[in-house]
């Protein structure tokens, strides 16, 4: 399960995040939607420590962080709570002198100790899950935007995560590659992952959220299930929004 009460977060004297309170059960998705600017990565980034909070509480499994006042965290702290996430970025990050497969041995070895055997195997096991078992000796340069994102998927499964964080996954997409990358992440949810996905896609938070988070001006306008948001909302800045994004 995660847990988020109180937080919020500052750059300088601009506060991105006023107060967010938030949970999420153990094997559900929660999707985050909003306008641009509203701090939805900035909280996702939050859940996994890459952005520092300033203060609040966010508990992960039986891990828990709790900041006051600006509190500094020890950096082996920090790697202890990040270790249960998983991040997937917009932008693949693959590194581009390894193959796919070495791509998801590395942090196996490097971070979990691994041997070469043991995370090869997993590697491997895990392309051929997001359906690229073939292309598992490719470099980044040689597959398209839509495979590296699978990898980049893999590599963060590989880690073992107790939950899954997706920065609008899609993004950097070409409209026609967006349906491979949403599949794979309708299949982790219909497996019971635990994910927190920040999207512009609607029709994917409709098909694959338990809970969707509706974001605006750095705090939670309303959440609920995608019935509850898409079909029944009656609060007005909701409706705004959706319908702008509907009229795209």
Same mark, same amino acid.
């Given at each position: 399960? *995660?847990?988020?009460?109180?937080?919020?977060?500052?750059?300088?004297?601009?506060?991105?995040?006023?107060?967010?309170?938030?949970?999420?059960?153990? %094997?559900?998705?929660?999707?985050? *939607?909003?306008?641009?600017?509203?701090?939805?990565?900035?909280?996702?980034?939050?859940?996994?420590?890459?952005?520092?909070?300033?203060?609040?509480?966010?508990?992960?499994?039986?891990?828990? *962080?709790?900041?006051?006042?600006?509190?500094?965290?020890?950096?082996?702290?920090?790697?202890?709570?990040?270790?249960?996430?998983?991040?997937?970025?917009?932008?693949?990050?693959?590194?581009?002198?390894?193959?796919?497969?070495?791509?998801?041995?590395?942090?196996?070895?490097?971070?979990?100790?691994?041997?070469?055997?043991?995370?090869?195997?997993?590697?491997?096991?895990?392309?051929?899950?997001?359906?690229?078992?073939?292309?598992?000796?490719?470099?980044?340069?040689?597959?398209?935007? %839509?495979?590296?994102?699978?990898?980049?998927?893999?590599?963060?499964?590989?880690?073992?995560?107790?939950?899954?964080?997706?920065?609008?996954?899609?993004?950097?997409?070409?409209?026609?590659?967006?349906?491979?990358?949403?599949?794979?992440?309708?299949?982790?949810?219909?497996?019971?992952?635990?994910?927190?996905?920040?999207?512009?896609?609607?029709?994917?938070?409709?098909?694959?959220?338990?809970?969707? *988070?509706?974001?605006?001006?750095?705090?939670?306008?309303?959440? %609920?299930?995608?019935?509850?948001?898409?079909?029944?909302?009656?609060?007005?800045?909701?409706?705004?929004?959706?319908?702008?994004?509907?009229?795209?």
């Amino acid at each position: 399960m *995660i847990s988020v009460e109180n937080l919020h977060k500052r750059f300088d004297s601009l506060e991105v995040l006023h107060g967010i309170n938030l949970t999420i059960e153990k %094997g559900k998705t929660a999707v985050i *939607i909003g306008p641009s600017g509203s701090g939805k990565t900035t909280l996702l980034r939050c859940l996994n420590l890459l952005e520092i909070p300033n203060e609040g509480k966010i508990s992960l499994g039986d891990k828990s *962080i709790v900041l006051t006042n600006n509190s500094k965290l020890a950096s082996a702290e920090v790697t202890s709570f990040r270790q249960q996430t998983g991040m997937v970025f917009q932008n693949y990050n693959l590194f581009p002198h390894l193959t796919a497969v070495e791509n998801v041995m590395e942090g196996q070895i490097v971070v979990l100790k691994r041997s070469k055997a043991e995370a090869k195997t997993k590697a491997l096991h895990l392309l051929e899950k997001v359906g690229l078992l073939e292309r598992a000796e490719m470099y980044p340069h040689q597959l398209s935007g %839509g495979q590296q994102q699978r990898v980049g998927i893999a590599r963060a499964m590989a880690m073992d995560p107790a939950v899954l964080l997706f920065d609008e996954p899609t993004s950097a997409l070409d409209p026609e590659l967006v349906g491979e990358v949403l599949k794979v992440i309708k299949d982790l949810a219909e497996e019971g992952m635990t994910m927190v996905v920040v999207t512009h896609e609607m029709q994917f938070a409709r098909d694959v959220a338990d809970q969707v *988070i509706f974001m605006d001006q750095g705090k939670i306008i309303e959440k %609920g299930s995608p019935e509850e948001i898409f079909n029944n909302t009656n609060n007005p800045r909701m409706s705004q929004f959706l319908n702008k994004v509907i009229a795209r």
